[in-house]
């Protein structure tokens, strides 16, 4: 035989070898579902030894080997809590338990919070589990005050909640994100509250259809209002990479509030909304194979840019919650995008090893790249959303 048939036959033979050996079958999601709240669970012990008592944890810091932490007017201070419970309901671990309880405590003053629209994310993920899980008769008051404090934001002539408060930038900023605050209200009336908090919902979740959106189901960030006509004066991006690109988390907001407000109303306006939104995320061409955007869709320097694993575990929960709405075939086809993203979520590439990250589940999140702040770190919302992703998975899919 000649040498050129020898490495040809050697060459057949490697193909044939590669081709033979089985793949390795992924682990069952019960399985994945169970290691991760394992990790969370560690984890977490360990983030509830580096956050001091009064304050809450934030972001890490790899330059100084440290945990951040912020106060509890950060827009973000019912994440910790809402993780360390939805933690708690899967683990029954009376360590977690008692630290979400102590936070609570710390949290509660912020009920009478006006400063920003933030009022949803900071009490509801966190005051909204707690009485869930346990029914606690002054939970229902904290999450009732903190609706009372929201619609202090309510700006009829825009029908729209007011974001910011206004700046030399801004006259009334509204941002997508907003969306997410809705669910304290809608709520918040379906619980014996009054009719009018979901009637600003309602108004809210209306305007920012017909005001926050392109052709394409894509999403400005900011759009800025006349607050005595109620015009639009521009639509631009704070943390976005252009006015005209598509910030990721903005987009996940928008997939998740639109599905949450379908929960509420079954309105099928906000159904269809939501399925074009998803649509638009999934069939991106920017779209990582693995599921997890950059941190815009428009990003300059694709494939180079980072990545934003908040939006990815945003996007998750959205689709799984999507998934209970639509037909069977695509049901399919969300459980499984979420399942990708879960499972890339879960890998090496994105998850703390046990002790790393200062005790956060996730590292490789974008808070504001244009403002340099949080790029690339781990952050409580990507956990708090990878955290109910799972559990919407387990509740609905296993
Ligand atoms: N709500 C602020 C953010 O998504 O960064």
């Not at 008592?53 to 790899?62: E, H, K, R, W």
């Not at 669910?183 to 017909?210: F, P, Q, R």
């Not at 939501?274 to 693995?290: G, K, R, S, V």
Request: with cysteine; proline share 5%.
């Amino acid at each position: 035989m000649t040498k050129k048939v020898i490495a040809g036959c050697v060459g057949l033979l490697a193909v044939l070898a590669v081709c033979a050996t089985p793949k390795e079958k992924p682990k069952p999601m019960s399985e994945l579902i169970e290691e991760d709240f394992t990790l969370a669970s560690q984890q977490y012990k360990l983030l509830m030894k580096n956050t001091p008592a009064l304050v809450m944890p934030q972001t890490f810091d790899y330059k100084k080997n440290k945990v951040v932490t912020s106060n509890t007017k950060w827009w973000c201070s019912g994440f910790y809590p809402g993780s360390l419970l939805y933690i708690y309901e899967y683990t029954k671990d009376t360590a977690i338990k008692s630290e979400a309880l102590r936070r609570l405590g710390i949290l509660e003053k912020e009920k009478h919070y006006t400063g920003n629209h933030d009022l949803g994310f900071m009490m509801f993920c966190s005051f909204g589990n707690a009485y869930r899980l346990f029914g606690n008769p002054s939970y229902k008051t904290s999450i009732d005050t903190a609706a009372m404090s929201l619609i202090t934001r309510y700006r009829p002539a825009i029908k729209s909640i007011q974001s910011w408060d206004s700046s030399s930038r801004f006259k009334c900023p509204v941002i997508i994100d907003n969306m997410m605050n809705l669910e304290l209200l809608y709520w918040v009336s379906d619980h014996g509250g009054d009719a009018k908090y979901k009637e600003i919902a309602i108004n809210h979740a209306n305007t920012t259809m017909k005001n926050h959106y392109r052709p394409d189901y894509s999403s400005y960030h900011v759009v800025d209002y006349d607050l005595q006509t109620g015009n639009v004066l521009k639509r631009v991006t704070a943390q976005g990479a252009a006015n005209e690109s598509a910030w990721a988390r903005g987009q996940g907001w928008g997939l998740y509030g639109f599905t949450m407000m379908y929960r509420f109303t079954k309105d099928k306006r906000y159904l269809d909304f939501a399925n074009h939104i998803a649509d638009f995320i999934l069939t991106h061409p920017n779209m990582p194979e693995d599921g997890v955007p950059y941190w815009d869709f428009n990003a300059p320097n694709i494939p180079n840019a980072l990545r934003d694993v908040s939006a990815a575990s945003v996007i998750a929960s959205g689709l799984l919650e999507l998934g209970q709405y639509v037909s069977k075939k695509e049901q399919k086809k969300y459980v499984a995008s979420a399942e990708k993203i879960l499972r890339s979520l879960s890998s090496d590439k994105y998850r703390s090893k046990p002790g790393e990250n200062g005790g956060f589940i996730l590292a490789h999140s974008v808070g504001a790249l244009p403002l340099k702040s949080e790029v690339d770190v781990p952050l409580t919302y990507a956990d708090y959303y990878f955290l109910e992703a799972l559990k919407r998975y387990k509740d609905w899919y296993l």
